[in-house]
C-alpha cells in the first residue's frame, strides 16, 4: 500500500501520542519541549519569526480541516442511501445484522488454542532436551493461556488480550530493553516478567486493536537467534522444531543470512549426531596437516 507523504509517520505519531495521558496539552508540551532541547528554533532566528512559523502552520491546517469537515457533510447529506420501507426487508437485515453481531462477539471471545508440547515419539535422536517444550505455532512462536506471540529472527509481535474494551489511555503498557509489562490501569499486569533476550527499545512499538487486545512490535538486539518464549519462566518452544520457510532469509543482508544458515546448519548436524560446521573445518585443517607431514605418527592422537 502506498502511503502519501503527509501520512508516514502516522504510525510513530501515534504511538507518541497513545503515550500522553494528558492529552493534546501534554502532547504538545512535549513537542515543543523537543524543539527547545533538541535545536535552536527559539533562539537561531527572532523569537517573532519562530512565533509566525508556528501560527502559519496552525492556520494552514486548521482552516484545511474546518473545509474538509465541511465537505464532508455535504457528501454525507447528499449520498446517504434513503432506506427501504418494507417491513420484510428491514426486520430480515436486523436479524441478519444482530446474527453477524453475535457471531462476531463470539469470535472475539474465543482464544486461540494453547501451543502443545511436543511429542517424545517425534523427537530425534540428540533431542532429548527438547522434551517438555512446545511446538511452534504457525508464526514461530507459541499461543499461551494470557497471551501468544509470533516471530522471526528480527523482530517479534506479541498480542496481549484485555479482559473487557478499553481506550489506549486506559492501557498500561512498559517496554524495557530486558522487561516487559502490560496491563489495565488500576489492576494487575497481565503480562509482566524479564525478557527472553535484549531488544531494541528505540524500535519498540505497541497499540491497541478492535480496543480488546494490545499488539506489540518488539525489534531484537540479536538477529540471529529464536526465542524460546516472550518473557522468561514461560514453557518455551522448540526452536529445533522452528520452520525455515518462515524466517524470511531472503529479507536478510548476505552476511547475517550467512550466519543464520550456518547456525541452523550447526543445529540439525547436533540433532543428527554429526560435526558441525566448525567441527568439520578443524578436521580438514588437521587432515591437511597430517598430509603436509607424513614423516610424523597420528596413531596415538586423540581428535574430538
Known amino acids: 500500500m502506498v502511503v502519501s507523504s503527509e501520512e508516514q509517520f502516522d504510525a510513530v505519531l501515534l504511538h507518541v501520542a497513545q503515550q500522553h495521558e494528558g492529552g493534546i496539552t501534554e502532547l504538545l508540551d512535549t513537542f515543543f519541549g523537543f524543539l527547545r532541547r533538541k535545536t535552536d528554533f527559539y533562539t537561531g532566528a527572532h523569537q517573532k519569526k519562530a512565533e509566525e512559523l508556528v501560527n502559519a502552520a496552525f492556520r494552514t491546517h486548521c482552516d484545511r480541516a474546518v473545509r474538509e469537515k465541511a465537505e464532508k457533510a455535504a457528501t454525507d447529506r447528499f449520498d446517504k442511501p434513503i432506506p427501504k420501507v418494507e417491513p420484510a426487508t428491514i426486520e430480515e437485515i436486523t436479524t441478519d445484522g444482530a446474527a453477524a453481531a453475535v457471531k462476531q462477539e463470539k469470535k472475539r471471545e474465543e482464544k486461540e ?10 523427537l530425534d535422536e540428540g533431542e532429548e532436551g527438547e522434551k517438555g517444550k512446545l511446538v511452534p505455532n504457525a508464526g514461530n512462536g507459541a499461543n499461551y493461556p494470557h497471551y501468544s506471540f509470533t516471530q522471526t529472527l528480527e523482530e517479534l509481535e506479541v498480542r496481549v488480550p484485555l479482559p473487557g474494551a478499553v481506550k489506549s489511555r486506559d492501557c498500561k503498557v512498559d517496554i524495557k530493553e530486558r522487561s ?40 531484537k538486539f540479536n538477529k540471529v537467534e529464536w526465542w524460546g518464549t516472550v518473557i522468561k519462566g514461560d514453557t518455551e518452544i522448540s526452536t529445533k522444531k522452528v520452520q525455515p520457510e518462515n524466517s524470511k532469509l531472503g529479507d536478510l543482508d548476505g552476511e ?16 543428527a549426531g554429526l560435526p558441525t560446521s566448525d567441527d568439520q573445518k578443524k578436521a580438514d585443517t588437521m587432515k591437511k596437516f597430517m598430509e603436509q607431514h607424513p614423516e610424523m605418527d597420528f596413531s596415538n592422537c586423540k581428535w574430538g
Open 113 to 122: 488454542e494453547p501451543s502443545p508440547v511436543v511429542d517424545v515419539a517425534e
Open 180 to 219: 516487559l509489562s502490560v496491563g489495565v490501569r488500576g489492576g494487575e499486569p497481565i503480562l509482566s516478567g524479564e525478557l527472553y533476550a535484549k531488544i531494541l527499545t528505540d524500535e519498540a512499538m505497541w497499540h491497541l486493536e478492535d480496543n480488546r487486545t494490545v499488539v506489540l512490535t518488539l525489534e
Open 256 to 271: 547475517t543470512r550467512s550466519m543464520v544458515e550456518k547456525m541452523m546448519f550447526d543445529q540439525r548436524q547436533k540433532a
